[in-house]
């Protein structure tokens, strides 16, 4: 079986923080980019950062140019777990987020994030919501 779930997100003040989790099952987990997208209502899907789980300690990670220092991503690979931490919310940030896998390392390839048909495998999403 493969999955991916997305959990943290919910409702916050402008200015408050949240931490998004993805687990994931461990056969997709290893030697993988995984990856942040969120998606505003209206507008496309778009990448937030990404990293590759084939290395110990932090791995290399990606941020999207969009994406201006707020956010923060993690892995941890015994837990097969990868993080988002964000910070600063603002109601931009609105959106569902979704965590998504790849099969060819796409991130590493490239240096960057890649795209969204970069990916193969999505999480269901966790909605967050900023109010102002």
């Known amino acids: 079986q493969v999955w991916l779930v997305e959990s943290g997100g919910g409702s916050v003040q402008a200015g408050g923080s949240l931490r998004l989790s993805c687990e994931a099952s461990?056969?997709?987990?290893?030697?993988?980019?995984m990856a942040w997208f969120r998606q505003a209502p209206g507008k496309e899907r778009e990448a937030v950062a990404a990293?590759?789980?084939?290395?110990?300690?932090?791995?290399?990670?990606y941020y999207a140019d969009s994406m201006e220092g707020r956010f923060t991503l993690s892995k941890d690979n015994a837990k097969s777990m990868m993080y988002l931490q964000i910070s600063g919310l603002q109601p931009e940030d609105t959106g569902m987020y979704y965590c998504?896998?790849?099969?060819?390392?796409?991130?590493?390839?490239?240096?960057?994030?890649?795209?969204?048909?970069?990916?193969?495998?999505w999480g269901r999403g966790t909605q967050v919501t900023v109010s102002s």
């Open positions: 990293i590759y789980t084939g290395y110990t300690g932090g791995g290399p990670t």
């Open positions: 998504a896998a790849d099969l060819t390392s796409s991130c590493l390839k490239y240096g960057a994030t890649g795209r969204r048909i970069d990916y193969n495998y």
């Open positions: 461990g056969d997709i987990y290893s030697k993988r980019c």
